[in-house]
């Protein structure tokens, strides 16, 4: 099994009410699971956000949180619900209504990685689901919860950063359709899920740095975005999605030669969005 379902970076002093987390960025591959499935071990990390983690890992420099996954995508997928569960390969999943993440392959329990390319010969048992939500994503979930509660208790709101990586094929028909490639897609569903003046700040620390913005298109925001952001709490979730090809080789799933410089330009644009929450607490508080 994977040995733990999160790793957490917290700052020497909560300064921000802003809480960065990374749910697809999980490379610890159980053993028995890559017996398990049809794919190399390459091809199986094609749906991974490689190297997210690393590039918001100095985010606790800004007093802020960084909450990542441990257990890969591809085993359990954190920015589902629990209960989208597939039954084309969960045994004893009864059909329920049309779910499209669900009817792709892409439910709590993956079916397939990139391209739809099927991870499984045949079913998992409806235990093995359980399994992996009870041990991995409610422990996740729990402590991203616990960090948002922290930070609404301090602060008197709490921003939460969702941070993801895309692939570069996925702008494609941006690029078609004459709207210029997108480094970066801001997703608030469409204003649900966080306050316009939040995502204004987000999207111009993002453009100030140098980067194309775009909002909610093609990606809006999946679970955690509609489960934590209650803006009329002062809850927000924004999800980010970064090109991939800025800084990685995707086919080798390598950093690329632009992968330090990137991180120094993403180092400030993480200084601005902490900022965003930035509120000075008495050592006491700590």
Request: proline share 6%; charged share 25%.
């Amino acid at each position: 099994m994977s040995r733990v379902a999160y790793h957490l970076r917290e700052p020497e002093r909560h300064t921000s009410s802003v809480v960065f987390a990374s749910p697809h960025s999980g490379r610890d591959y159980p053993r028995a699971f890559l017996r398990r499935t049809l794919l190399d071990e390459h091809s199986i990390r094609s749906s991974e956000d490689a190297f997210v983690d690393r590039l918001f890992d100095c985010a606790p420099d800004f007093g802020a949180p960084l909450l990542c996954a441990g257990a890969p995508r591809a085993f359990v997928d954190l920015n589902r619900s629990a209960d989208e569960l597939d039954p084309a390969v969960i045994e004893g999943v009864a059909k329920a209504a049309h779910n499209p993440r669900v009817a792709s392959g892409l439910g709590v329990v993956p079916r397939v990685v990139a391209n739809g390319r099927t991870i499984y010969r045949g079913k998992l048992s409806l235990a093995e689901a359980h399994n992996r939500i009870a041990n991995y994503w409610r422990p996740y979930h729990d402590k991203l919860q616990s960090l948002l509660y922290r930070a609404h208790q301090r602060f008197g709101e709490a921003i939460l950063v969702d941070c993801h990586s895309m692939p570069h094929e996925a702008l494609d028909n941006l690029h078609r359709l004459g709207a210029g490639r997108p480094d970066i897609v801001i997703g608030d569903r469409f204003g649900a899920s966080a306050a316009e003046e939040v995502v204004d700040r987000v999207e111009q620390a993002f453009a100030a740095a140098g980067l194309r913005v775009v909002r909610n298109s093609p990606f809006a925001g999946a679970y955690v975005t509609q489960h934590y952001g209650r803006p009329s709490r002062n809850q927000h979730a924004i999800q980010i999605e970064i090109d991939r090809a800025i800084y990685m080789n995707e086919a080798l799933i390598r950093p690329n030669g632009n992968f330090d410089s990137f991180c120094k330009v993403l180092r400030g644009v993480i200084c601005e969005i902490a900022e965003i929450g930035r509120r000075d607490m008495p050592l006491a508080a700590e």
